[in-house]
């Protein structure tokens, strides 16, 4: 049973472009958790989806990151406009339906640089 | 949501026990402890999770405090893998929107 998988592994862009992170969840896994990490801190929750649906999206900066996870293909999570305080490794994570283990399968990470 | 304390950095040597506190003097009734580790490089991976009694699983122990105030993650053994950053975080069960990551504890095991 392959694990959370997320792409690209590292992604570079330039300052006003767009960046795309995607993430396919663990197979049978319905809930979808985006974490930000800056470097030598500790994640921060940003977005919590379900398929087709914003559950929490509190941790969220107001303007220029959105999220989706639709009903066929990986959860996406776009970075419009990029600025270099956006340089970061960014985390996604599944879970089944509560329930049942209580546990979070994190990725392996995408990590932005902005130059 | 009640935050945690830890040390910032703790040292071990190998194939010895290491117990690595966490103080969470504002935990709620319905607040679970729960570790997760992040290796160098790596996303964070699940360790153990508790509620009241103490939990063993194949990675780990977790001892908690009568009055739940704090709890100790036991590793029985430490290997050079076990090197990483350790996190306590308190959150109801399965609301993992709500985790708090902190700074953890950085777990250095010397061979």
């Known amino acids: 049973n392959a694990g959370v998988m997320q792409n690209p592994r590292h992604l570079v862009r330039r300052r006003g472009q767009e960046a795309r992170l995607r993430c396919s969840p663990m197979?049978?896994?319905?809930?979808v958790y985006w974490y930000r990490q800056l470097p030598e801190e500790g994640l921060k929750f940003m977005v919590y989806?379900?398929?087709?649906?914003?559950?929490?999206e509190s941790g969220m900066p107001k303007e220029r990151f959105s999220a989706e996870f639709p009903k066929e293909g990986p959860s996406i999570l776009r970075i419009q406009q990029v600025v270099r305080g956006d340089s970061a490794a960014y985390f996604c994570?599944?879970?089944?339906?509560?329930?049942?283990?209580?546990?979070?399968?994190f990725g392996e990470g995408s990590r932005l640089t902005v130059l | 949501d009640a935050k945690t304390t830890q040390p910032n950095s703790m040292e071990s040597n190998e194939e010895e026990p290491v117990h690595l506190p966490c103080n969470h003097s504002?935990?709620?009734?319905?607040?679970?402890i729960h570790w997760y580790r992040q290796l160098p490089s790596q996303g964070p991976e699940y360790v153990i999770h508790?509620?009241?009694s103490n939990v063993n699983n194949r990675m780990a122990s977790l001892a908690i405090a009568e009055d739940r105030k704090s709890s100790t993650l036991i590793l029985h053994r430490a290997t050079l893998r076990d090197a990483a950053v350790y996190y306590c975080?308190?959150?109801?069960?399965?609301?993992?929107?709500?985790?708090?990551f902190g700074s953890g504890t950085k777990l250095n095991v010397k061979p």
């Open positions: 504002t935990i709620s009734g319905t607040d679970y």
């Open positions: 975080i308190l959150s109801k069960l399965y609301n993992f929107n709500k985790f708090y």
């Open positions: 508790g509620l009241t």
């Open positions: 994570a599944s879970s089944p339906s509560p329930g049942s283990t209580g546990e979070l399968f």
């Open positions: 197979k049978g896994h319905s809930h």
């Open positions: 989806l379900q398929k087709e649906n914003i559950i929490d």
